[in-house]
């Protein structure tokens, strides 16, 4: 199983960015997709979560209403649309994947992680 995730950059403070990640090895659609994030000296968060078919979608407080979670599943790609950002959103970002519906914000309950794409927010 391969995760590529693509789409970070740099950007001000109130501007967007949309993470992808490319999924291929194993059908796409039968898993959880999962965002996270790493900022330097912390430990590695819960960002966002679908379901299988993009029915249920799960978010981390402080990224409700400005970051939406979508997947294209003819595509095998999961997308992290970002916006309204903030210079505490700078992180590493990384996807990830899980089978089950279970915990869709513990990453111990995902198996496969790409890996990662820096998102930097100057103030």
């Known amino acids: 199983v391969q995760l590529q995730a693509s789409g970070g950059g740099f950007v001000q403070a109130g501007g967007s960015l949309r993470l992808s990640c490319a999924a291929s090895?194993?059908?796409?659609?039968?898993?959880?997709m999962g965002w996270f994030r790493q900022a330097p000296g912390k430990e590695r968060e819960f960002v966002a979560a679908?379901?299988?078919?993009?029915?249920?979608?799960y978010y981390a407080d402080s990224v409700k209403g400005r970051f939406t979670i979508t997947r294209d599943n003819a595509k095998n790609t999961v997308y992290l649309q970002m916006n309204s950002l903030k210079p505490e959103d700078t992180a590493v970002y990384y996807c990830?994947?899980?089978?089950?519906?279970?915990?869709?914000?513990?990453?111990?309950?995902?198996?496969?992680w790409g890996q990662g794409t820096q998102v930097t927010v100057s103030s």
């Open positions: 990830a994947q899980k089978p089950g519906r279970n915990y869709p914000s513990d990453p111990m309950r995902y198996d496969y």
């Open positions: 090895g194993r059908t796409f659609s039968v898993y959880y």
């Open positions: 679908i379901s299988w078919s993009g029915g249920s979608t």
